[in-house]
């Protein structure tokens, strides 16, 4: 399924670009949500929030691990250093979320997980140290 609704937004109050998605996340639309959502936040110096709370993950356990690997989108060395912050629904969804944490952490991209913890995600994602 390709059906993904997307909002990308720069909000300055909270130095962060925010991402709301909802309906299915593949491999092919997610390369989109990354591209621009990094683009505007090396633009501004700040972090990703990207609120999936509304999300249905569709992608196999080797797209997960293909995707920081593969895609040039995070291999890029200034992306790869932006912090984003997945904030996900409680669910069936979690343990593949867990695993696409571990692996694109393995390659230097710096995101993690936050299920249904938005406070926490926020504050990690304006914190400027890894």
Same mark, same amino acid.
């Given at each position: 399924m390709?059906?993904? &609704?997307? &909002?990308?937004?720069?909000?300055d109050e909270q130095q962060l670009i925010l991402v709301k998605a909802s309906? %299915?996340?593949? +491999?092919?639309?997610?390369?989109?949500?990354?591209?621009?959502?990094?683009e505007l936040a090396l633009q %501004?110096?700040? +972090?990703?929030?990207?609120?999936?709370?509304?999300?249905?993950?569709?992608?196999?356990?080797?797209?997960?691990?293909?995707? =920081?690997?593969?895609? =040039?989108?995070v291999t890029d060395k200034a992306r790869k250093g932006v912090r984003v912050a997945v904030l996900i629904a409680r669910g069936e969804?979690?343990?593949?979320?867990?695993?696409?944490e571990a692996t694109s952490r393995n390659m230097g991209v710096n995101v993690k997980v936050f299920i249904e913890d938005e406070a926490t995600a926020r504050v990690w994602v304006a914190?400027? &140290?890894?």
């Open positions: 390709d059906d993904l &609704t997307c &909002t990308i937004a720069v909000d309906g %299915h996340l593949n +491999g092919k639309n997610a390369e989109k949500t990354a591209l621009r959502s990094r %501004h110096g700040y +972090g990703v929030l990207l609120d999936y709370l509304d999300l249905r993950l569709d992608a196999s356990i080797i797209e997960l691990y293909e995707f =920081p690997r593969s895609n =040039p989108i969804d979690v343990d593949n979320w867990r695993f696409y914190c400027r &140290t890894n």
